[in-house]
């Protein structure tokens, strides 16, 4: 004997209204959140990037004493560069200038006795105008006195 049977159901495809909203609405609070965090990172990449070119700076101020000093205990004949002041540091970069013209070093005359160190800084033009006003960012380098 044959039952009647009840045809089956068959199971729903797609999402429900209620569950795309939600998903649209965790969507849009996740991007509230970081979009604010990842929108402005060119402060950031301005004083990293100022970082890196007073570090430079620092490091070849470094280099150029330890030459001298090489150079005045007999152990090496390395080329030696005179520094009396802090714009004579970025004469000491490889190509001899500071990268983009957006950055400047006061030339700023320090201490006469060789060997003494002395803190500088460089400044960053951030609105690109050329003026490198109190605005501007700037980072301290240390720089060597150095004389033949």
Do not use: W
């Amino acid at each position: 004997m044959k039952m009647n049977t009840i045809p089956s159901v068959k199971g729903q495809a797609g999402f429900t209204l209620i569950e795309l909203v939600a998903v649209i609405v965790i969507l849009g609070i996740l991007s509230a959140t970081a979009l604010p965090r990842f929108v402005d990172l060119s402060d950031s990449a301005e004083q990293s990037a100022l970082q890196g070119v007073a570090g430079a700076l620092s490091s070849a101020a470094a280099l150029n004493h330890a030459n001298n000093l090489a150079k005045d205990a007999g152990l090496s004949t390395a080329t030696v560069t005179d520094v009396n002041s802090c714009g004579d540091v970025v004469g000491l970069l490889e190509g001899g200038a500071l990268p983009n013209g957006k950055y400047n070093v006061a030339d700023t005359a320090i201490s006469t006795a060789e060997g003494t160190s002395a803190a500088c800084s460089v400044v960053y033009d951030s609105n690109g105008d050329g003026s490198f006003t109190g605005a501007d960012i700037n980072a301290a380098f240390t720089a060597y006195v150095v004389t033949n």
